[in-house]
């Protein structure tokens, strides 16, 4: 999509209300590569230097959009990567960077290589945090929903993958703690329902309990 149709769906809806898809304009089939040439467009086209993009957002609104890109960009890239069981060679941006690549400097550029892949079987690799966030505190209950939706991937789809109960998976989205089942049955629901949004399972879980304790011992 060009730029100026770019900003239109913006304006047009909110960038909260976007699933990750949306925002990089992209389909829940893209690969990796298609994943990263779309990252790079939206980032070109919503970088602090585009006059643009001042004559149409406030600043505090450049900030979001900017922001849910990185969001949307991390989480379907781990997706994809680990859908197609190739982790290798790739590196994740630590910082949000939005100046023009002109004005990147001279010296060595960081590069991510995201190379197409066959299908392999997936293996168990680690990876990233959410973005946006300190670490595992940011896997709560409210957190794992946002993140669900934004993929549009629906709740009955994880509970079909799963086999878990939509109830259950409705309690822990919701932060319902009093209707939470046993932690050791807890911990394995977290673990299924982290792996089918293509999350770090151990990171969620200590997330969530320690959010679960924290609330606990007020």
């Known amino acids: 999509m060009a730029t100026a149709g770019r900003f239109a769906k913006v304006m047009m809806k909110p960038i909260e209300e976007q699933t990750y898809y949306e925002i990089l304009e992209v389909t829940p089939n893209a690969t990796a590569k298609e994943i990263h040439q779309a990252y790079e467009h939206a980032k070109e086209t919503f970088n602090d230097d585009s006059v643009a993009i001042y004559s149409l957002f406030s600043e505090e609104e450049i900030r979001k959009i900017q922001v849910a890109i990185e969001e949307a960009y991390r989480v379907l890239l781990e997706e994809a990567l680990r859908k197609s069981g190739d982790h290798s060679h790739v590196q994740m941006p630590d910082k949000q960077r939005w100046e023009k690549p002109s004005e990147l400097g001279t010296g060595p550029k960081e590069v991510i290589d995201v190379r197409e892949t066959t299908d392999t079987p997936a293996r168990p690799r680690p990876v990233k945090e959410i973005p946006g966030g300190g670490g595992i505190e940011d896997y709560r209950g409210k957190k794992l929903k946002q993140i669900r939706e934004r993929m549009g991937i629906e709740l009955q789809a994880v509970c079909a993958e799963t086999k878990i109960s939509p109830k259950i998976l409705q309690s822990i989205e919701e932060e319902a703690f009093g209707k939470l089942p046993a932690l050791v049955y807890l911990k394995g629901f977290l673990r299924s ?18 959010f679960l304790n924290e609330n606990r011992e007020k």
């Open 193 to 210: 329902y982290a792996q089918s949004l293509g999350l770090d399972p151990t990171r969620v879980i200590e997330g969530y309990l320690r």
